[in-house]
């Protein structure tokens, strides 16, 4: 015989190639949700059980009244345990598909709801064969359906919850039907056909609100893993080194607003014999002090409206500008540059590996946009404009600088950069042409 699980659920293979990663994750939250249920009633019914158990042998009398006659323990130990069991079970099975990534098949989930809606049934067929009927049916057993209807919004399926009302509001009617002798006039109004339509319609129009609230959250979580998807897409073009009012904004734009031409402010950053000094270290030494300044630097991009674009070995490329506009792009690069000038040297006061960096800033048009193959794409940034700014940077090794701005950096921040002394025009590999360049510091 086939193990429950392979019963009910679906082969992993077969579910990854019918829905997307977001509907996976989505049912593997629909899952644990209904895991959640069924542990949860399994709880519930096991307090009842201890509690008629308790009061049968603590306060027969009380139970008399309740049940107006006296109640055999034989019946809710009959009746409950199984149900119990069941519910554990089923449990169990939700845990197993959970940790397999499987689905589970539609009518499954509606024999479990059918399954599990009549257990206030079965018991309340079982009180009429010990106590007058119209005392069982009327008896508070009957509330159970309101609990199983409650708890099926846990199931987070609109249509599951409403069958969950209808099948209590049939068997409801129905054992009424068939133990009572009920008729349209009669002189008990509870023995009127009317009277336990009407019952069970309250029982039909619960589950269609449990219904509702359940595909709310449903939708909650849809939205929740919708929102998670699409950071991690934001992640996959931009890296993990965005700043998060960066992503938001990104989430609202969309990617496909991302590839165009635009005017935006380069910067690339190196760490100056950082591959010699290495030599000196172990790789775990390495690692840390690199992450340690990249934590210092990137920090103070994101501060500055700018976003690290690629990571470089011992430096990295940042742009400011894009992929959302910002008027004073340059302003802030030239700032951030600045700063990340103090922050470095505020870091190496006591510090055993002291190290120094170079920066360069240029301004220009640039084609950005997202490249790569269907699996994997990032956003980048290519033109004269991003080649001029790596030749800049190289330059602050011969001039003996660490910030050094293009003549258009200049004339575009006048302000931020009127204490820049020019090195004059420099002859730049791969440019025909002098290019003039200004030192900050």
């Avoid at 006591?350 to 800033?361: S, V």
Wanted: charged share 20%; hydrophobic share 50%; aromatic share 8%.
């Amino acid at each position: 015989m086939a193990p429950a699980s392979a019963v009910l659920c679906r082969p992993r293979s077969r579910l990854a190639s019918e829905a997307p990663t977001l509907e996976r994750l989505l049912r593997r939250e629909v899952l644990r949700s209904e895991r959640q249920r069924v542990f949860r009633l399994a709880g519930l019914l096991t307090t009842l059980l201890l509690v008629t158990i308790l009061l049968q042998s603590a306060a027969p009398r009380l139970v008399e009244a309740l049940f107006h006659g006296r109640l055999s323990l034989g019946t809710p130990l009959a009746i409950f345990p199984p149900f119990i069991a069941y519910e554990l079970l089923v449990g169990g099975i939700f845990t197993v598909l959970i940790h397999r990534d499987r689905g589970i098949f539609t009518f499954a989930r509606y024999a479990n709801a059918l399954v599990e809606t009549s257990m206030p049934t079965v018991l309340l067929f079982a009180l009429t064969r010990s106590m007058e009927a119209s005392v069982a049916v009327a008896s508070w057993p009957s509330l159970l359906y309101f609990l199983f209807i409650v708890f099926s919004t846990l199931r987070l399926d609109f249509a599951l919850s409403a069958f969950t009302g209808a099948v209590a509001a049939v068997e409801l009617f129905a054992l009424a039907y068939a133990t009572l002798p009920l008729a349209w006039i009669a002189d008990d109004a509870s023995l009127t056909i009317l009277y336990h339509l009407s019952r069970s319609a309250i029982l039909l129009l619960a589950g269609f609100i449990a219904g509702s609230v359940g595909a709310q959250l449903k939708g909650r979580f849809r939205r929740a893993i919708d929102a998670a998807a699409a950071r991690d897409r934001m992640t996959n073009l931009f890296g993990q080194h965005v700043s998060p009012p960066v992503v938001e904004r990104l989430i609202a734009m969309g990617t496909t607003e991302l590839s165009e031409v635009r005017r935006i402010a380069v910067m690339f950053v190196d760490i100056r014999g950082f591959t010699a000094a290495a030599h000196r270290h172990t790789p775990a030494d390495v690692v840390a002090r690199l992450n340690t300044a990249f934590a210092i630097l990137v920090e103070i991009v994101d501060r500055r409206h700018g976003i690290v674009n690629k990571f470089l070995g011992d430096g990295f490329l940042a742009m400011f500008g894009a992929p959302i506009d910002d008027p004073e792009a340059v302003q802030h690069a030239v700032a951030a540059g600045r700063e990340m000038l103090s922050a470095m040297a505020e870091s190496n006061v006591g510090n055993a590996w002291p190290l120094r960096i170079g920066i360069a800033i240029h301004v220009g048009e640039a084609v950005t946009g997202t490249v790569g193959s269907p699996r994997r794409k990032e956003y980048t940034v290519i033109g004269d404009t991003v080649n001029l700014a790596a030749r800049l940077e190289s330059l602050n090794k011969e001039v003996g600088s660490q910030l050094i701005v293009s003549a258009a950096v200049r004339d575009a921040a006048p302000r931020e950069t009127e204490d820049a002394t020019p090195v004059g025009p420099v002859v730049l590999r791969g440019y025909l042409e002098p290019v003039t360049v200004w030192r900050l510091a």
